[in-house]
Every structure is written in structure tokens, then in C-alpha cells.
């Protein structure tokens, strides 16, 4: 009789997590890593997604043998057990949710007061991870047109990449080519785009039709003061745990 072989199964490459308020260019953050890790791995060991809960994750057979790379904002304490259980490699990125929420409202035509509770939870989530240590990026520092942020996500995520590929990923996610992207979305293969509310999305970058606006800073103060001092009040304590003048 014949001894069965067991087959060994895949391990499981612990999983990139992008996470980032909204309008914090943690868009930028999601797909750098993803090209990264896309370009040590090979198309057939990634596997990406979005998910705010452990239930919105890619099956576990989609991640068996594959590195998930995953863009979140909000999160749960859930998802982040999870991640962490995992060995999650992580990287933050933040903005002052004053202009992050004004941003959102004008680029996804949303009321304000809307755009301000998905900012106070995006902030509830990046106090909470920010206590780790992970790495983290702010938007006023103005990553996003820095070339050398590639060669930095890269060195956090423990990966090497050759100077013409970081110089190629670097150029596909500079803010004018990300809005031609945008507004090309039509012409992608229809089971790429998917609708996020009324504005279509790339399932593969997680770009949005609306998805830059002038990426200026200092946009709460065009509001009429009682507003500014209200956005002041609510977003208080994390305007001071990150340094932003209230």
C-alpha cells in the first residue's frame, strides 16, 4: 500500500494594508504598493480589494499563496484584530479632515455634514493605529509629487525595486495622469469598472470618475467662520494628537 503524499500547502505572504482618510491621496498609497508588490510577486500572487470588515475580504481561497494588498479607510476594530493577527505590513496616510471632508463634498457633490461623519470615523481609526508605529504619510507634506516615496514604500514593505520602475510607477500616478485616467474610465473593459453610487470606479486602481480635485490646502478657510469653528470643535482632538492649528 502506497503511503498518501501530502501536498504542502501555499503559505500565505502576510497582507499590505493602505490605510488612509479620505482625500488624504490614499488612492496614490494603494496602488504604489500594489504595483510593488505586483512587480515582486507576478500578476498570479496578488490579489487586491477594498474592505472597511473582515466580511468584504477577498475569499480565503483567492488569498491562498497570494499577497493581498487592501485599501481601507474607516475600518473596524475587527478588521484591524485581523490585520494584525496577519502580520499586516501597514502604511497610514492623513490629512486635516477640515479640508479632506471639504474636498469630498465637492468632489462627490455630498453635503457637507455627510462628508464630516466619514471624516470623524476615518480619524477615530487613524488615532487608534497611529499608536502603533506604522509608517505614516501626510498629505500637506505633499508625498504624492515626490518620486523618492516610491523607493520609501518600498523599503517599508520590505521590497526592492529597480530605479526605471519606480520612476514608471511613480509616473502613472502623478496627479495629471491620474486625471486623465479618470476621465477615461469609459474605455476600459466593461468588467473593470463598477459603480461606486453614481460615479464609476477601476476595480483594479479603485479610481473614481471625481477622483482629484485642485489638491489645494487650506479650503476650510473659504467657510463662513461659524463653520470653521464648528469643523474646529468636532475634529478637535485630532487636529492636536497631529499638530494641525485648530
Request: a negative charge; one cysteine or more; aromatic letters at 8%.
Amino acid at each position: 500500500m502506497t503511503d498518501r503524499v501530502e501536498t504542502p500547502a501555499l503559505p500565505r505572504p502576510a497582507p499590505v494594508a493602505t490605510i488612509g482618510l479620505h482625500g488624504s491621496a490614499s488612492t496614490w498609497v494603494f496602488n504604489v504598493a500594489r504595483e510593488l508588490v505586483l512587480a515582486a510577486a507576478g500578476e498570479d500572487r496578488i490579489v487586491t480589494g477594498y474592505a472597511d470588515e473582515p466580511a468584504q475580504l477577498p475569499p480565503e481561497a483567492e488569498r491562498t499563496g497570494r499577497t493581498l494588498v487592501l485599501k481601507s479607510h474607516h475600518g473596524s476594530e475587527a478588521l484591524d484584530a485581523w490585520l494584525k493577527a496577519e502580520g499586516a505590513k501597514i502604511v497610514l496616510s492623513l490629512r486635516d479632515p477640515r479640508d479632506a471632508a471639504i474636498s469630498m463634498a465637492q468632489r462627490f457633490r455630498a453635503p457637507l455634514n455627510q462628508t464630516v461623519a466619514w471624516l470623524l470615523n476615518d480619524c477615530a481609526r487613524m488615532t487608534r493605529l497611529a499608536a502603533e508605529g506604522y509608517p505614516l504619510l501626510r498629505y500637506e507634506d505633499r508625498f504624492f509629487e515626490d518620486p523618492a516615496m516610491v523607493d520609501r514604500v518600498a523599503a517599508w514593505l520590505g521590497l526592492a525595486v529597480a530605479p526605471e520602475a519606480a520612476q514608471g510607477i511613480f509616473r502613472r500616478y502623478e496627479t495629471d495622469a491620474v486625471r486623465a485616467f479618470a476621465r477615461s474610465l469609459s474605455t476600459l473593459p466593461p468588467e473593470r469598472v463598477t459603480m461606486v453610487g453614481e460615479h464609476p470606479m477601476d476595480r483594479v486602481t479603485q479610481i473614481l470618475g471625481p477622483h482629484i480635485g485642485d489638491t489645494s490646502e487650506g479650503k476650510w478657510f473659504e467657510l463662513p467662520g461659524q463653520v470653521q469653528g464648528e469643523l474646529a470643535r468636532v475634529f478637535g482632538p485630532f487636529l492636536e494628537r497631529f499638530g494641525y492649528a485648530p
